[in-house]
C-alpha cells in the first residue's frame, strides 16, 4: 500500500430505534468529537440494509433512518468535513458482499456470536437448530466486512459486542486477498474507547431500550424534566449526606458536566442536597447541552429533503473517488471481465504487491519451414507476439534475451508491429494490444529480477 495517507477511521450506525442519551454519550458524542481529529479521515454510515435483518417494518425503517441521519447532523457531525452516507446508497457494497461471501469459511460464519446465540435459544426450547433464523442474519459478518474493507478502513470503533465481527472482516480480506493473489484489502484494526462510560438508565441499570429505562435524547425540554424527575433514588431527606457511589443521577450528571462542577455536585451530596434540588441541576445540566442540537434536530426533521440530499450526495462523491472504481478492478481480478478483451491481459496486470503470482510468460524458439529462426511470446496458451524470423539461431535469441531482461522496450504501432531502434522483432498476435505486451514484459523483468 502507498505511504503516507490520512488514517481511515469508519463506523456503521445501525438505523433501528429512537437515539436517547445513552447512544450520545457512549457514541454519537465521542464518534463527532473524533471525526475532528487532524490527519483522519473519517466515514460514518447508516447500516440501514443491516437494519433490515431485525426491522421488517417499512415505515419504521424509513423513520429510524430519518431520525438518526438528523441526530448525527444535529450533534454536530460535518457532512463536507467527513464522508456521511447511507450504506443501501452504495450497490458496491452489496456487490463486495458477494465477492467475499465466495472467499467467506461458512465454518467461522458458524461461530459468529449472534448466530450461536440464535441456535442456542432454539437448543434450549427443543427447537430445530435454525429455526426463525434468516440468512441475512447469518451473512451479517459478511455485509459488515463489505463495510470495511470497501474503503480501506483502518480503524474501526465500536462497541465491544463487535470485537469478532471485526476480526471476521480481517480474515475474509485476508483470504481474499490470498485467493487473488495481491493485497487488495487493508486489514482493519478494531478501536474500543475505554473511557466512554455507560449511562445508567431511570431505574440504575445500563440505559438500554431491552430495559425500557431511557430518557429520548431530544424529547421536549419538559418530557425530559419529568423523565430526570422520574429518575429512582433512596429516601434520605434534605439535610442527610448522599453518595455520590452508586448513584445513577450524579453518573449522569458526571456525563455532562466538567470535572470542576462535578466536583461540586459531589460536595453538594455531601452537603445533603434534597433529590428535588439535585435533580432540577441534571435537568438543567443536560439541558443546557442538549437544548441547542434539539433545535437544530428538529429544525432538519422538518426538512428531510435536505437529509435525503446531503446522504445522496456524500454517496455520490464516496462512490466516484473509490467504490467504483474499486469494483471495476475487483471484478476484473476475480475475472469478471470484458470479453472482447485479450485473454492475455488476464493476467498481464499483476504487477504491485503480488502474493501469489501466476507464471509469466515464455519465450519459444524454434525453427521456421524455411530453415529461419525464429521465436514466440506465449502466456499459457495465449499467443502474444510472434517473433520476426532471423538467418541464425544466436539473433533470435539475442532478442529473447533482451526482451527478457527488460534491456529493450520496445516500440509497437497501430499494426501491432514491434520495433527496436527501427529493427522489426516481431508482431503482437490478434487481440493483444500494447497494454498487455508491455505488462507482460514488465512481469517478465520482474520475474528475472527476482
Ligand atoms: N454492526 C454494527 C453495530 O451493530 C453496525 C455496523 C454495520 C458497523 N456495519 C459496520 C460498525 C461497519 C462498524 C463498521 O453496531
Given amino acids: 500500500m502507498s505511504a503516507a495517507r490520512a488514517t481511515r477511521v469508519l463506523t456503521g450506525i445501525t438505523t433501528s430505534g429512537t437515539p436517547h442519551l445513552g447512544n450520545y454519550v457512549g457514541a454519537v458524542r465521542p464518534a463527532i468529537a473524533a471525526s475532528r481529529a487532524p490527519e483522519t479521515e473519517s466515514f460514518y454510515f447508516l447500516a440501514d440494509l443491516h437494519s433490515l435483518i431485525k426491522a421488517q417494518d417499512p415505515v419504521r425503517t424509513q423513520r429510524s433512518t430519518l431520525e438518526i441521519a438528523a441526530t448525527w447532523l444535529a450533534a454536530g457531525l460535518e457532512p463536507d468535513k467527513v464522508w456521511f452516507y447511507r450504506q443501501s446508497d452504495i450497490p458496491e457494497i452489496p456487490e463486495l458482499t458477494w465477492f467475499l461471501t465466495c472467499v467467506a469459511g461458512k465454518g467461522i460464519l458458524n461461530r459468529a456470536h449472534a448466530y450461536k446465540a440464535a441456535v442456542d435459544r432454539n437448543r434450549a426450547d427443543g427447537e430445530d437448530d435454525d429455526a426463525g433464523v434468516s440468512a441475512g442474519l447469518f451473512m451479517y459478518p459478511v455485509l459488515m466486512a463489505a463495510d470495511i474493507l470497501i474503503f480501506g478502513a483502518d480503524k474501526v470503533p465500536v462497541g465491544r459486542d463487535q470485537i469478532q465481527h471485526i476480526e471476521m472482516a480481517r480474515d475474509f480480506g485476508q483470504r481474499f486477498n490470498h485467493v487473488y493473489g495481491r493485497d487488495w484489502f487493508t486489514l482493519p484494526e478494531v478501536v474500543i474507547d475505554e473511557q466512554v ?32 424527575f422520574s429518575i429512582v433514588t433512596d429516601s434520605r431527606p434534605p439535610g442527610t449526606p448522599k453518595d455520590t457511589d452508586g448513584s445513577a443521577l450524579f453518573q449522569l450528571y458526571q456525563a455532562f458536566a466538567t470535572p470542576a462542577e462535578t466536583a461540586a455536585f459531589a460536595q453538594a451530596f455531601a452537603d445533603g442536597i434534597g433529590w428535588g434540588d439535585a435533580k432540577q ?115 533470435a ?47 517478465l523483468a520482474e520475474d528475472a529480477a527476482t
Fill in 397 to 443: 535469441g539475442q532478442w529473447i534475451g533482451r526482451l527478457k531482461s527488460g534491456a529493450v522496450s520496445p516500440d509497437v504501432d497501430a499494426d501491432g508491429v514491434v520495433r527496436t531502434d527501427g529493427i522489426e522483432i516481431g508482431r503482437l498476435a490478434e487481440g493483444v494490444d500494447a497494454a498487455a505486451f508491455a505488462a507482460a514484459l514488465a512481469r
Fill in 197 to 228: 462510560a455507560t449511562l445508567p438508565g431511570l431505574d440504575g441499570r445500563k440505559m438500554s431500550k431491552s430495559y425500557g429505562n431511557t430518557i429520548p435524547l431530544f424529547a421536549p425540554r419538559e418530557t425530559l424534566r419529568k423523565l430526570v
Fill in 281 to 395: 441541576q441534571l435537568f438543567e445540566r443536560i439541558d443546557a447541552e442538549i437544548a441547542p442540537m434539539r433545535d437544530r434536530y428538529e429544525t432538519l426533521m422538518a426538512r428531510p429533503q435536505d437529509i435525503e440530499a446531503i446522504l445522496r450526495d456524500g454517496a455520490r462523491r464516496l462512490r466516484e473517488r473509490y467504490a467504483t472504481p474499486l469494483l471495476a478492478e475487483l471484478r476484473h481480478a476475480v475475472g469478471l471481465r470484458d470479453l472482447s478483451a485479450g485473454a492475455a491481459e488476464a493476467s498481464g496486470d499483476d504487477s504491485g504487491d503480488t502474493a501469489i503470482r501466476p507464471a509469466p510468460p515464455v519465450f519459444k524458439q524454434y525453427r521456421e519451414a524455411d530453415g529461419r529462426f525464429s521465436f514466440k511470446l506465449v502466456d499459457g496458451d495465449t499467443l502474444l507476439l510472434q517473433g520476426a524470423a532471423f538467418a541464425a539461431p544466436r539473433d
